[in-house]
């Protein structure tokens, strides 16, 4: 039988700080980069982050993150994979989520997708997110995807990657 | 610590079988009761179930099922809730479950809510459903709630339960 997989969509399919800088360059003309965001929190990071959120369509047109299509055709060959994202928290973004997995990983079927508020209930051999409040209550091995928020917060039993290149080399 | 019980949505908390019932009556002025329905699948029950289903705002108009709030209520004070349905096969209609919800079980918080695909991968002690699909794989105390399309579906191990009066006389 195939190992379960938990694949998180934020910050680990979507590049949400990708999309995070541009709508701040375009409503405040100020441009960051990821290094200038290292260590903090997304809500440190861009105090206007819950506005972006909520704002039209945000998660409907969020940007991919680099090589994650060819990342989760080859998880999705070899394990069991599960797609389970944040989506309760901010009320009427889940259509737009799910519109997106079906749009960009249109061999993830509708049987492989969970969005809740909490990920503490769902089970699985592996987890990779970029949360560490997701991770820490996981039964399974945790896999931290590197994003600003989390680089500086490294764990025993985390192993970090870098990106969908290094998933791909591990697992 | 309180046990976790899971609670499913349609069939349970909204009285689907009602709406389609007043769906059909109102596109066929074919007027059938529950117990015409006894033994029949949804879908051979309800022909055109498919459309209905997807029909503008379905999810967000369903009728509630009788003493729901009340028992609902009642569960949330005694266990940790999770309201866990099956929403993703028809896509674009969550947002919809999910405002409905809220508007009628409004001490149910965002963290309490799973939509998904399956349920196999959601844990918990107890779980009460309509379908044996999602029973059968649960490892907990599975509680099957009395609908026409699973009358006839006795299985060791279920307690069946013929609404919500009977959940609390129980639990």
């Known amino acids: 039988m195939k190992k379960k997989i938990l694949v998180d969509m934020d910050g680990v399919l979507a590049d949400v700080y990708r999309s995070m800088i541009e709508k701040e360059y375009l ?28 704002s039209e369509k945000f998660f409907r047109n969020l940007s991919l993150m680099p090589d994650s299509i060819e990342g989760l055709k080859y998880l999705n060959e070899k394990y069991d994979v599960l797609i389970v994202s944040s989506a309760t928290e901010f ?37 990779i997110d970029d949360h560490p409040k997701n991770l820490d209550y996981f039964k399974g091995e945790k896999i931290i995807f590197s994003q600003p928020h989390n680089i500086f917060k490294n764990k025993d039993g985390y192993r970090r990657v870098g990106g969908w290149n290094d998933i791909i080399k591990i697992l």
Chains 1, 2 share one sequence.
């Open 27 to 54: 409503s405040k003309g100020k441009y960051v980069t990821a290094e200038d965001l290292n260590g903090l929190d997304e809500y440190e990071a861009f105090p206007n982050a819950r506005e972006i959120i909520k």
């Open 91 to 127: 009320s009427g973004c889940i259509n737009d989520k799910q519109n997106w997995l079906e749009e960009h990983f249109p061999f993830i079927k509708w049987q492989q997708m969970i969005f809740c508020g909490k990920k503490d209930s769902v089970m699985g051999d592996i987890m």
